[in-house]
């Protein structure tokens, strides 16, 4: 293995030629209740990867959506930000209709749908955002949100066809 190559990069996949595989982990939340905000996501079906603690002044609860590579973080002693301030969190789902479904059965209340180039992204909504899916079937242009009890907000974006160079993998 070369140095530009990291552990377990199998021949240097997802690198830059001559790069080191970097792959996001990880985004912390800030939560007010540590337990409320745990019970939401494993109550969306997302799977608990641990949670740790060291006396009352540090616990760390990782929870990872079901197929991702990336987890998300909260606990005490973790973040200085307000609870509720992270916002444009991204879920990429293949069907949104399914996972809007699946999401709102499990607890969640999430958005209708919306369409727009961008629309997800720009705050406050654009006078170009529209209701339900794209008409035309676009890729990356349907978005429906939510938010987690502390107003923690997420984005879900269908993408049917990934852009060049981009992998489910």
């Given at each position: 293995?070369?140095?530009?190559?990291?552990?377990g990069?199998?021949?240097?996949?997802g690198?830059?030629?001559?790069?080191?595989?970097?792959?996001?982990?990880?985004?912390?939340?800030p939560?007010?209740d540590?337990?409320r905000?745990?019970?939401?996501?494993?109550?969306?079906?997302?799977?608990?990867d641990?949670d740790l603690a060291?006396?009352d002044?540090?616990?760390i609860?990782q929870?990872?959506?079901?197929?991702?590579e990336?987890?998300?973080?909260f606990?005490?002693?973790?973040s200085?930000?307000?609870?509720?301030?992270?916002?444009?969190?991204?879920l990429?789902?293949?069907?949104?209709?399914a996972?809007?479904?699946?999401?709102?059965?499990?607890?969640a209340d999430?958005?209708?749908l919306?369409?727009?180039?961008?629309?997800?992204?720009?705050?406050p909504?654009?006078?170009?955002?529209?209701s339900?899916?794209?008409?035309?079937?676009?890729?990356?242009v349907?978005?429906a949100t939510?938010?987690?009890p502390?107003?923690?907000?997420?984005?879900?974006?269908?993408?049917?066809?990934?852009?060049?160079?981009?992998?489910?993998?």
């Amino acid at each position: 293995m070369s140095s530009a190559q990291g552990a377990g990069d199998a021949g240097g996949a997802g690198t830059a030629p001559g790069g080191t595989a970097m792959r996001f982990e990880a985004i912390t939340l800030p939560v007010a209740d540590v337990d409320r905000a745990k019970a939401f996501y494993t109550g969306l079906g997302w799977r608990l990867d641990a949670d740790l603690a060291d006396g009352d002044t540090f616990r760390i609860v990782q929870i990872t959506p079901p197929l991702s590579e990336a987890s998300i973080n909260f606990g005490v002693g973790i973040s200085t930000a307000e609870p509720g301030s992270v916002q444009g969190l991204l879920l990429a789902v293949g069907d949104i209709e399914a996972a809007r479904e699946e999401l709102t059965a499990r607890g969640a209340d999430v958005s209708e749908l919306f369409h727009g180039p961008g629309a997800g992204f720009l705050h406050p909504a654009p006078a170009s955002r529209e209701s339900g899916r794209d008409p035309e079937g676009r890729s990356y242009v349907t978005w429906a949100t939510f938010s987690d009890p502390d107003g923690n907000g997420w984005l879900l974006q269908e993408i049917t066809e990934r852009l060049p160079g981009r992998t489910w993998e």
